[in-house]
């Protein structure tokens, strides 16, 4: 079964809009982190947010930030003030404890942001 | 500090032959990580190391070897490539084996390999 799921593959924004990327997961391990990766068209995978499961409220980097709901097993990277460098592919991760830390990748998805 | 390195960046091969690929990290980590990625289907974990002295199989290690050197260096093998190990190979690694809240695995830059 798949353990997390990004059904937008691909998405556009304008310049300084924000955009939401979504993410549910599938675990029955009470414990469990999750992260977003960017890709940019260099290749190199570069870490931007974590949620862990127990944290109370929504994590937040600078632009980024984790709508984490729970119930709804969601885990939503909000990205504010789009710029042109935020152009990549994102990717949703999710580590469980039940599963020796591993991480779980999602297929991804692509932002462009236009001028 | 570099981070994570892989060597080499780019590979053709053959049906048929075998290749190393490199990976080594300098941030003290315990665990490594090789991964494959395939156009859609996201990062896809072939073997990993908790720590030194330990390797264990992924979602997709057929036709895959690893070899955990030392604490810094984790290799992959591929014996005999096939047209469908074709795909972009990372190495990462992170502190911890266990969990550590926002203890993350960083990521080489990646090797593009083709098997024709």
């Known amino acids: 079964a798949q353990k997390i799921t990004q059904t937008q593959p691909g998405m556009f924004v304008q310049e300084k809009e924000a955009v939401t990327l979504d993410c549910t997961y599938d675990?029955?391990?009470?414990?469990?982190?999750l992260f977003w990766y960017k890709q940019p068209s260099s290749g190199e995978m570069i870490f931007l947010i974590y949620?862990?499961?127990?944290?109370?409220q929504n994590a937040t980097e600078g632009r980024y930030s984790l709508n984490f709901q729970k119930a709804r097993k969601s885990a939503n990277l909000v990205i504010s003030a789009s710029q042109l460098g935020d152009s990549a592919m994102y990717f949703c991760a999710m580590r469980e404890s039940t599963n020796d830390y591993k991480l779980s990748f999602g297929a991804g998805t692509t932002v462009t942001v236009r001028a | 500090n570099a981070g994570v390195t892989q060597t080499p960046k780019f590979q053709v091969l053959k049906t048929g032959q075998s290749m190393t690929l490199q990976c080594a990290q300098d941030m003290n980590h315990n665990s490594m990580y090789w991964y494959r990625q395939d156009p859609g289907m996201g990062l896809r974990l072939i073997y990993y190391s908790a720590s030194e002295g330990t390797t264990d199989k992924g979602e997709v290690p057929n036709g895959y070897n690893v070899s955990r050197l030392n604490k810094r260096e984790f290799s992959l093998r591929l014996e005999s490539a096939a047209p469908s190990q074709t795909s972009v190979y990372f190495c990462?690694?992170?502190?911890?084996?266990?969990?550590?809240?926002?203890?993350?695995?960083?990521f080489g830059p990646g090797t593009r390999l083709t098997v024709l």
């Open positions: 949620q862990g499961s127990y944290d109370q």
């Open positions: 675990t029955s391990d009470p414990s469990y982190g």
């Open positions: 990462a690694s992170k502190l911890l084996a266990g969990e550590s809240g926002t203890d993350t695995q960083y």
